[in-house]
């Protein structure tokens, strides 16, 4: 009887010692978490996507309160979660322009993809880029083992008809969980106001780009847009034309110059022009100073004009007007 009482005792013991040293020790180094964590945490959206930069929503909330990390940072919550956070915080709601994401690449579909094998590997875009530099003729362009496609927690990356991968810009959050996903940087997460975009990433020189990709939509670094561009907006990068967002206008001059319809622009044929209205203009010049191709007249103090002809509904004019005497014509 001893044999089997002796060891429950002992066992029994030690859990009650090891009991009361964890009970010490939760008093002893019992860390208060600040309320407003879980206040701010049970408005985050929860699916922790890591497009604040922070491994998850938990982490978000404490840097939040802990380290004044910048409230408008969850992509998906959008300006409803700005403006729980800032109730929470007792500050300001300060929110920022909502992205999505862009593919820039414009192969990948049944038609318009050169092949080099019939890949038969493991379905991953991952695994695909590391035999024999992937399936397609182009060395940097989509692989369509749709890693992108399954990264997306908001359903917002499709299949087309043509076996393209297509974003829905309703649905899409900019999170940039796809954008992490592909292994061949195809996908950039941008302002949505921006509408221009070069829509290839091949870095082969001229012709070559071209021959690789079955689309024969490949940039051939050939400069134009470079040249066209009024804002200084696009430089030639290791022979592939790349757009600086933060100077891009949207204007789509370089889209009316690319020989290969390597660069998109929805908004073509569609922008309207600017219009002065006289009885408004002070005459300050900023709009003049501003204007990327020269296309405002007028001298200071006296009501200034619009050139239609050259003007390129890029808007810069409108932002620019301290007296909003601009308008859209």
Same mark, same amino acid.
């Given at each position: 009887?001893?044999?089997?009482?002796?060891?429950?005792?002992?066992?029994?013991?030690? /859990?009650?010692?090891?009991?009361?040293?964890?009970?010490?020790?939760?008093?002893?180094?019992?860390?208060? !978490?600040?309320?407003?964590?879980?206040?701010?945490?049970?408005?985050?959206?929860?699916?922790?996507?890591?497009?604040?930069?922070?491994?998850?929503?938990?982490?978000?909330?404490?840097?939040?309160?802990? %380290?004044?990390?910048?409230?408008?940072?969850?992509?998906?919550?959008?300006? *409803?979660?700005?403006?729980?956070?800032? #109730?929470?915080?007792?500050? %300001?709601?300060? +929110?920022?322009?909502?992205?999505?994401?862009?593919? &820039?690449?414009?192969?990948?579909?049944?038609?318009?993809? &050169?092949?080099? +094998?019939? +890949?038969?590997?493991?379905?991953?875009?991952?695994?695909?880029?590391?035999? =024999?530099?992937?399936?397609? +003729?182009?060395?940097?362009?989509?692989?369509?083992?749709?890693?992108?496609?399954?990264?997306?927690?908001?359903?917002?990356?499709?299949? *087309? %008809?043509?076996?393209?991968?297509?974003? *829905?810009?309703?649905?899409?959050?900019?999170?940039?969980?796809?954008?992490?996903?592909?292994?061949?940087?195809?996908?950039?997460?941008?302002?949505?106001?921006?509408?221009?975009?070069?829509?290839? =990433?091949?870095?082969?020189?001229?012709? %070559?780009?071209?021959?690789?990709?079955?689309?024969?939509?490949?940039?051939? =670094?050939?400069?134009?847009?470079?040249?066209?561009?009024?804002?200084?907006?696009?430089?030639?990068?290791?022979?592939?034309?790349?757009?600086?967002?933060?100077?891009?206008? =949207?204007? /789509?001059?370089?889209?009316?110059?690319?020989?290969?319809?390597?660069?998109?622009?929805?908004?073509?044929?569609?922008?309207?022009?600017?219009?002065?209205? #006289?009885?408004?203009?002070?005459?300050?010049?900023?709009?003049?100073?501003?204007?990327?191709?020269?296309?405002?007249?007028?001298?200071?103090?006296?009501?200034?004009? !619009?050139?239609? *002809?050259?003007?390129? /509904?890029? /808007?810069?004019?409108?932002?620019?007007?301290?007296?909003?005497?601009?308008?859209?014509?």
């Amino acid at each position: 009887m001893n044999q089997i009482l002796i060891p429950i005792i002992i066992v029994g013991g030690l /859990g009650l010692l090891y009991g009361l040293v964890l009970a010490f020790a939760s008093k002893k180094f019992y860390v208060a !978490v600040d309320p407003k964590i879980d206040k701010i945490l049970e408005v985050l959206p929860g699916v922790n996507c890591g497009a604040c930069g922070l491994p998850g929503c938990a982490g978000y909330a404490e840097a939040i309160v802990n %380290e004044n990390l910048p409230i408008n940072l969850c992509a998906p919550g959008g300006e *409803d979660v700005v403006k729980d956070i800032a #109730e929470i915080m007792g500050i %300001e709601a300060t +929110y920022s322009e909502k992205k999505t994401a862009v593919i &820039l690449c414009q192969s990948g579909g049944h038609e318009n993809t &050169l092949l080099r +094998y019939e +890949y038969q590997g493991i379905a991953t875009c991952k695994a695909a880029v590391l035999v =024999s530099n992937g399936p397609n +003729y182009c060395n940097f362009g989509c692989v369509f083992q749709n890693d992108c496609i399954a990264a997306c927690k908001f359903d917002a990356i499709k299949i *087309d %008809e043509r076996g393209m991968r297509v974003v *829905d810009p309703e649905k899409c959050t900019g999170c940039g969980a796809c954008a992490r996903a592909c292994p061949r940087n195809l996908i950039k997460i941008l302002p949505v106001s921006k509408k221009v975009h070069i829509l290839c =990433s091949s870095h082969d020189k001229g012709q %070559e780009a071209k021959r690789r990709c079955g689309n024969n939509t490949a940039c051939i =670094s050939c400069g134009l847009c470079v040249k066209k561009c009024p804002v200084d907006a696009i430089q030639m990068v290791d022979d592939l034309a790349q757009i600086d967002y933060e100077k891009c206008i =949207s204007c /789509g001059l370089c889209a009316t110059v690319c020989p290969t319809k390597a660069i998109i622009d929805p908004l073509a044929g569609k922008r309207k022009k600017a219009f002065v209205l #006289e009885d408004k203009c002070v005459g300050c010049m900023i709009c003049k100073k501003n204007c990327p191709v020269d296309a405002i007249e007028g001298e200071l103090k006296k009501p200034h004009k !619009v050139d239609l *002809d050259k003007c390129i /509904g890029c /808007g810069v004019c409108l932002q620019k007007c301290p007296v909003k005497a601009i308008q859209w014509r």
